[in-house]
């Protein structure tokens, strides 16, 4: 099984995707164990003396005024895990607890937390006992940080509330840990709030969202060329020197998929025979590269963020390397809300623009040729009449998503904590846009594929021929009288979000952007 590293200056995407979806294991470098006993060393240092210190002798928040007597510090660090895992309602998904449980271990292992060695390495194999903490839907402001489904995952390694085991049956975290050999943590100065104080969780939904929206841009694009042919469109728009003179790099990655899927095709290219006479495309197709490009640019910019704050140690207080302990607001998630924020209105226009397209395969005034709806027998038959609306609800949905949680701001702990973040609430909205996202393409990709086998006479390019047999051979039925519809939708669902779609067509094209 493959094996993630961790050191202290952070980590990569690749390897958050390894441990949050294909459970990789999880190892700590000589570096980082030195790096955590010399800061521990640091915290110590400053327990054992009388002056108090944010965080080791002190308490927290609102309450940081009061010091702590040594004898009720191990107390309170228990006391604040215990108080904070306050979630409430559904179930996070295993994958992004896992990924929180990463980072934080992460940020852990930068020596910048005071976390003892013997923590970071329970930390570490409790993910690899595939132990997932119960972590709920509610409770996170993103300042300071993700605290309460944070605090779920710490007060599992404590060995109290419930956790998923490996047979993803939820059991007492005692028991799972007793079974697995793992030591509940006992919890000394300073590690109940390290373990704590952290933008992880909507770091980690960043991080697979833009995995899974990468691989949805491409499919767009396929589909945005699809439909192109089976309206019997221009490829001449997608000319790179036409982009050339407006350059931003998304959408002429766009441009470039778009006339690679094209090349070949016997369908476009007929604006001025009889049948379709017309001087240019709409705008949900000439401007498709224009669109999907923009969109690509966000997920660049947001990547770059992401960039930062994998490299980033996020807690509060921070151990630095000159033995200071200094107070900070670090932890606060705005650099990550907005682009969560920003990459749902992205998502958004997508799958609206992707909306657009289908309706205009379907009416007949406007497909230049197609049956109404693609129905086999337009009024015994309705066809795709009632996929577009399902399409339109979901694109409905996502406008109301796209809404920026960031730009709201609810103060809490007794106004001290009085300007918050709302990037937990970015992060869970964004990942129901991915998910809409990637049932209005499969849609596209369902009348797009019908419509081209409906053109009777005219062949598509290979590329197209590829992605329509892949389509057939996924489960998803070609043209035909009325049939129970959900299934097929299904099955091209499942096609476009494992990525098969983009696989079929690279086949043919070589690799995408």
Known sequence: MHTVVV???GTTPEDVIAVARGNARVQLSPEALDALARSREIVDSLAAKPEPVYGVSTGFGALASRHISPELRAQLQRNIVRSHAAGMGPRVEREVVRALMFLRL???ASGHTG????????MADLLNAGITPVVHEYGSLGCSGDLAPLSHCALALMGEGDAE????AVRPAGELLAEAGIEPVELREKEGLALLNGTDGMLGMLIMALADLRRLYTSADITAALTLEALLGTEKVLAPELHAIRPHPGQGDSAANMAAVLKGSGLTGHFQ???APRVQDAYSVRCAPQVAGAGRDTMAHAAL???RELASAVDNPVVLPDGRVESNGNFHGAPVAYVLDFLAIAAADLASIAERRTDRLLDKNRSHGLPPFLA??????SGLMIAQYTQAALVSEMKRLAAPASADSIPSSAMQEDHVSMGWSAARKLRTAVDNLTRVIAIELYAATRAIELRHGLTAAPASLAAIAATRAAGVEGPGPDRFLAPDLAAADAFVRSGGLVEAVEGVTGPLA
Do not use: F, L, M
């Open 165 to 168: 085991g490996p047979d993803g």
């Open 106 to 108: 992460k940020t852990v």
């Open 273 to 275: 025979e009889e049948s």
């Open 305 to 307: 963020v992401a960039s």
């Open 7 to 9: 050191g202290t200056s």
């Open 115 to 122: 976390v003892r060695p013997s923590v970071a390495q329970a």
């Open 376 to 381: 086999d027998d337009a009024g015994v038959d």
